[in-house]
């Protein structure tokens, strides 16, 4: 968990004020296949998260080395990404990937590692979320939910068609099921979303599907209170945890809000 941040002479009036915190768990899986980092430079603060897909071999170092690879390069580019965030982010999101497959094209070609991914690029002029898989982006304030992105998985296109509602969605044995990541030969293809700058009284939350699919979207308006910021994520992991039981999986999130 980390403090709330002061850039000594920063220019930006919206990185002076941020205050973020970020928690990683096992569950009751064998390994933590998530990772979660961020960066914060002088331009724009990156918060990345990233989910070793579906158990299989290499999911923890491929979330580890997309995780690294795009907080690398966004540390590189801080002025492109100001300058052009959504573009930015889907060619840090291309190297990033580029790097696992090569890694893992070299060392286990059989193994053919994965990872789902969500960043965020905050700056005064606004908020853009990328994303490929499952892993979710939620903007918060007191009210309730505002914006969460769309998740890439079977279960998602089918509540989108009418065909499942999200009770049923929370239930369906192919929940898991996703259909883009990183870490293949294909080029990923994540979904970018900019927003208006963020606001006094909102937060934005970036997870795993171990966190979300424990936590209801109205239990995240606790991350906008007058609460320290690192205690309301810890008491959500937390509560995600003891809901999860002895399997669950593994639980990963990040928070970021202005004072």
Not at 72 to 101: N, T, W, Y
Not at 132 to 147: C, E, F, I, Q, T
Not at 185 to 201: D, E, Q, T, Y
Not at 237 to 251: E, H, S
Request: glycine content about 10%; proline content about 6%; overall charge positive.
């Amino acid at each position: 968990m980390l403090p709330t941040v002061a850039i000594p002479d920063a220019n930006s009036q919206t990185l002076a004020r941020l205050e973020y915190a970020e928690q990683t768990r096992r569950g009751g899986r064998p390994e933590n296949q998530d990772c979660c980092a961020h960066l914060v430079t002088p331009r724009g603060a990156v918060f990345v998260v990233a989910d070793g897909v579906g158990g299989r071999s290499g999911g923890a170092q491929a979330a580890r080395l997309f995780t690294r690879g795009l907080l690398r390069h966004a540390e590189a580019h801080a002025d492109a990404l100001a300058r052009d965030p959504r573009r930015a982010l889907r060619g840090l999101i291309a190297k990033a990937g580029g790097e696992i497959h090569a890694a893992f094209r070299r060392a286990l070609p059989e193994a053919a590692p994965r990872t789902t991914c969500v960043v965020a690029w905050l700056d005064d002029h606004g908020l853009t979320f990328a994303h490929l898989g499952d892993s979710r982006a939620y903007l918060v304030s007191g009210a309730g939910v505002l914006w969460r992105s769309r998740d890439h998985s079977l279960v998602q296109r089918l509540v989108d068609r009418g065909a499942l509602d999200r009770r049923a969605a929370a239930r369906h044995p192919g929940r898991s099921h996703i259909y883009r990541s990183i870490g293949g030969a294909r080029p990923p293809r994540p979904s970018v979303h900019r927003l208006p700058p963020l606001r006094p009284g909102q937060a934005a939350v970036l997870c795993t599907d171990g966190f979300w699919e424990q936590v209801r979207g109205r239990e995240l308006v606790a991350l906008t209170d007058d609460t320290p910021l690192a205690r309301s994520l810890g008491m959500l992991v937390d509560l995600a945890l003891a809901r999860g039981g002895p399997n669950a999986d593994n639980i990963t999130a990040q928070a970021f809000r202005l004072r």
